[in-house]
């Protein structure tokens, strides 16, 4: 298959295969079903699978997304979605205190078979409770799984992983990236989750990044390249488990490291990746590992102050030149 | 729900009853908040606002009844559609455009946006991002008056889908027990996106959602300003009183659907036409006329002038600068 | 809450009405439980479980006689004081004081203690430490079976203070909408923690809370084991049918406080002998033996017996090692 | 004042000065009032201040907790009891969407002047709901403030700043510590939010803890002293504001630096604070920042098990070692 599809479409293409090969494959979330969803990510699964596995539910996120887990423990594999991930907050108890804790808390002997999946991603005007992310809290909570794609093939093959796989995971999709392309992969190939890719190869810094900001990451490797700086850049593709062996080898090829995050800096996943490669590449570094991530702020609604919010190709490229 | 909760406590008290309102604010700033809505639904179409506007077009007489009836120290907590209560609550409403294109002389600098206005000034508490989010916002204040026994009434406005928030029932269950100075009150425009309340809200009546906390519950007509007003007068009565918490449920429309550019298509034409009939600026200009308040010129008027008011506050907003730069930390911590 | 909420239902159907109950089985399980629980409350006194335990002692007729009616396949998801919903749905006594004291051979390996006991194999959803917690879970596994068409039905326990908790309220609704084979089982001792429920829990009624949604409520005589499994007869073949939800209200007590060793000075004696007078063990032994289907010297049999294998089950647990270090890590992820 | 006080007197006694001083204090929380807390942590206040001012809750964290913040936006300044940190989860939409956002979303017109105050702790056995701390949740929310006072002395006069503070604060105490005495300071002295404090000076290594940990580091320093090993103790105290120029100022003196943690190591506070010093103190280092964190799993009640969870002395010391 070497068709071009989007983002939203290589998710789509995961939850209609999935649907198909397991019955026990469900979806719930708000107006997922007629309608659609408010993105058009759920397109036409109502119409093959009927209102018994596509299920919209009330504005409520906490119950519903408990009741998903009920659902997961005994024997469904539902797919949840938060519209935005800003709601996530509502579902926090529910994640934390259940899902994540069930197969710890009964020794192995039951699961939770589910995928929260939802959005997140500044640049649509859509301020300060419409923009978050929140895969760093999600991160730090033993029991769950965290994916953040970057690009449709991934999406798709990533989400076919996490609705097989047997434990809560956590499936960031950055709305921004939703009408961008990328040639698809093969229908069979199912990826472990934990497995992070090389996108570019460089010797001069490794630029580490997920789901947007692989694309940030790559404009600026291309304006560095044009100043003779090769970059190399690595996707870990989830947050957990986190493929630290691929980054590691490729810091210690590099010497130097950049880790990006587009959500706010402090406090999120740039520090955890950050400190381990520091910690374990500590003799092969040149360079302090560097750091760039959202500003420390609700994300305003306007145009001129929200470009200024994530990293840009032009921020990581002058964080890279700073660091040579 | 079952077909009770349709039909509606019809209002229009007389002023013998002691309504002593000013028709003709009540009418104008109806009027106000729909040039205003569809100036915005043009800036949307132009694209023009940033994100995400929902639109209060046919919501008018809720917004206009409850707000102009309440003290200028009564709090209000708003929702994602909400640009009519902060109009009411008397934000300007060229600062209110200005935020909503995301400008910095907006209300709150140009950072927050349709769904964010915070106007504390104006003891409005913010319209918000969040479905539900200012239900608890509204009761806390109402907790604060009660602390202080400074006698203010908060009043939290919300839709049909939050009637599903566990946080509602949370809140009422509180200014229940406490006796606060609450009103809640549910703007049922008969959809939560493109959901139709019915086939997500289960019960024999939206009014049992707060009789179930000891609460007064009244289903009000809320295309009709005075039987807005008439009722909001009676919760305010008793809040004042001390005699805790209403829930008024008013039955109205969105015309826009859910957000400005939503097709509708969820929705059928009977539906539409039926509502469209009710529609609060209409009936309520021919109710004025018939009560020779007013001539139809003078109605002409007051929209010329009504008119006039958006259009400066359109070329206002547009006019106006983006926030600078310098402005996008601060305001993070004190 | 006013007065009616106390007034209970009276069970006690007769078999000619359908009930074909063991009536030595639930006398002979809610036995098990208090001595159960009154071991348990010895070794919490003796510093012997790790945490906080809560025990069910006068609640054993709201568990045994809603657990007892369902099938196997059924369902539960319990709470806190949730030792007694384990043992009727069949967790081994052994294994399951195992666990609350944190040994290795405890039924979740000793991790989870008292308040996370999960025993799928059983169909138990597990005990919860948050309050509410299990709501959800219960409602989910009525959706699974109800996806499945394979025709269980789920129970969740929860105490009176998990009223006011909005997840309740979430649930109920979806529960409605969905007729979904769910029966929410309140436990209602008449205190959350220290506090009574009357000075937090606003509204006419409890049942209320969940006729609302439009489920059929019944408040029943929680200190009945005949009353409870009654109701919960009716529950089952409304959910099994698929006529969706029901909400049972039990009216209980909990003996020994809210955790072992609570001194209990916010209750007044008054109020513990009236409850204690209704004693569901006492009050049933005496219908047992004035129906002749036991003697006095069969129950005390019975009563040697449960007293014999609770004691094998403290021999065990005690002499049980704790578990090994190399556990600790296991099971996080698949 | 040199009277030595316990930690849950210390957090008391401030309550009671904020409270007469000011009486737009208020406090809730579940069984705050008569009953005095399930802690008695909150023992004599409803005596004194009744029940208009101390407010039990109905076990309603989510509605109760968003009414504090409406409260604080009309003019009162409330504590707010979670009674265990476990629960926060529920509290997570109001905390984030609104109080942490109301500031800057007014554009500096309206303030949530309150304090969330809350309990966490490790091995006390109670289990995987009752004993996890979300204090880096909060850190990654622009608009919070968080304080994780580590003794007697310092809850007392951080429990005060973050009353009188205008933003909300978050206010961490480890029920561990609760029993555990400390001279109290001087009534008056009220420390501004954001500085750290050495409590132990030593040329080696700079041991940098909150709460808890704070004791853990002393232990294992003692134990280090007998080697000749000489570690210095910086505990921040707040991690926002961070005292970062304190943190630097000792680690470029020691040259090496162990962070420590009470909550699981994966995504926590660790990794920033790691990160930050292996950037700017990156030429004075000596060894890789090390890190130490609970183990990255629910927390089981078993005592033989839970003792391992969190750093102990002889673990931190066991990692000095290493780094020498
Ligand atoms: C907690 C939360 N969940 C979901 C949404 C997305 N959302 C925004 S408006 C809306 C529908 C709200 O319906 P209703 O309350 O009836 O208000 P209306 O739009 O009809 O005025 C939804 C689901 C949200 N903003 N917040
Ligand atoms: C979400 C949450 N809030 C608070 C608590 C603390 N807590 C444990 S039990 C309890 C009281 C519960 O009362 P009720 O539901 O009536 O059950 P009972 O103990 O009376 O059986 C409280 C407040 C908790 N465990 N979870
Ligand atoms: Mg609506
Ligand atoms: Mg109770």
């Known amino acids: ?324 | 729900m079952g077909a009770s909760t349709k039909r509606a406590v019809s209002g229009g008290l007389s002023e013998a009853q002691g309504v002593s309102e000013d028709s003709l604010r009540l009418y104008r700033t109806m009027l106000l908040i729909r040039h205003f809505e569809e100036s915005v639904r043009r800036l949307a179409a132009a694209g023009e606002t940033p994100g995400l506007v929902h639109l209060c077009s046919g919501q008018e007489a809720t917004n206009v009844g409850v707000v102009l009836a309440l003290a200028e120290g009564d709090y209000i907590a708003s929702h994602h559609r909400g640009h009519g209560h902060c109009i009411a609550k008397g934000t300007p409403i060229d600062l209110l455009l200005a935020e909503i294109l995301g400008k910095a002389p907006g209300i709150c600098g140009g950072r927050s946006g349709s769904m964010h206005v915070v106007d504390l000034p104006r003891r409005n508490l913010g319209t918000n991002g969040i479905v539900g989010g200012g239900i608890p916002l509204a009761a806390g204040a109402a907790l604060a008056a009660r602390a202080r026994g400074t006698g203010e009434v908060a009043v939290c406005f919300f839709g049909d889908g939050a009637l599903n928030q566990g946080l509602l029932h949370e809140c009422m269950n509180m200014a229940a027990i406490w006796s606060l100075p609450v009103i809640f009150v549910c703007e049922n425009n008969g959809y939560g996106e493109f959901t139709a309340m019915e086939d997500v809200t289960a019960g024999p009546s939206i009014n049992a959602r707060g009789e179930v906390f000891g609460i007064p519950s009244v289903t009000v007509d809320g295309m009709n300003v005075r039987a807005v007003r008439a009722a909001t007068l009676d919760a305010l009565a008793r809040a004042r009183a001390g005699q805790g918490p209403s829930f008024l449920v008013c039955n109205t429309w969105r015309y826009g659907g859910h957000h400005a550019g939503d097709k509708q298509d969820y929705k059928d034409d009977e539906e539409t036409k039926r509502w469209q009939a009710l529609d609060p600026l209409i009936t309520f200009a021919k109710t004025l006329v018939a009560e020779k308040r007013a001539t139809e010129d003078e109605l002409a008027l007051i929209e010329e002038e009504v008119a006039r008011q958006v259009k400066e506050a359109v070329a206002f907003a547009r006019a106006a600068p983006q926030p600078a730069l310098e402005t996008l930390e601060l305001h993070v911590h004190g």
Request: aromatic content about 6%; charged content about 25%.
């Open chain 1, 1 to 324: 298959m070497a068709e071009m599809i989007t983002f939203r479409e290589g998710v789509l293409e995961a939850l209609f295969e999935e649907m198909r090969a397991d019955p026990s494959v469900i979806l719930m979330g708000e107006d997922v079903g007629a309608a659609g969803g408010v993105f058009q990510q759920t397109k036409g699964l109502f119409e093959e699978f009927g209102a018994r596995r596509i299920i919209d539910t009330p504005i409520s996120e906490s119950g519903a997304f408990g009741m998903a887990i009920g659902a997961a423990m005994a024997g469904m594999r539902p797919v949840f979605e938060v519209m935005f991930g800003d709601f996530m907050t509502l579902c926090m108890d529910q994640l934390v205190n259940q899902a994540a804790k069930v197969r710890y808390m009964s020794n192995g002997a039951a699961t939770v078979p589910l995928v929260l999946r939802t959005t997140m991603g500044v640049g649509a005007g859509l301020g300060p409770q419409h923009s978050q992310g929140f895969h760093a809290w999600a991160a730090h909570v033993p029991g769950l799984k965290i994916v953040v794609p970057s690009d449709a093939a991934d999406a798709r093959v990533l989400m076919k992983a996490a609705i097989r796989d047997d434990d809560p995971v956590l499936f960031f999709e950055d709305r921004l990236l939703y009408a961008a392309k990328a040639q698809a992969r093969d229908a069979d190939e199912s990826l472990p989750l934990g497995r992070g890719r090389i996108l570019r190869a460089g010797r001069d810094v490794t630029l580490i990044a997920i789901g947007r900001m692989v694309g940030v990451a790559r404009a600026a490797a291309e304006e560095l390249a044009r100043e003779g700086i090769e970059a190399e850049i690595v996707d870990p593709r989830s947050l957990v488990p986190l493929d630290e062996a691929l980054l590691l080898d490729s810091v210690k090829r590099t010497h130097r490291a950049l880790v990006m995050d587009a959500a706010p800096l402090r406090y999120g996943v740039t520090g955890e990746v950050a400190a381990v490669l520091s910690e374990k590449a500590f003799d092969w570094l040149d360079a302090p590992v560097g750091r760039l991530g959202a500003v420390d702020t609700p994300v305003p609604i306007s145009r001129s102050l929200e470009s200024f919010v994530c990293p840009t190709p032009a921020r990581v490229a002058a964080a890279v030149r700073k660091m040579m």
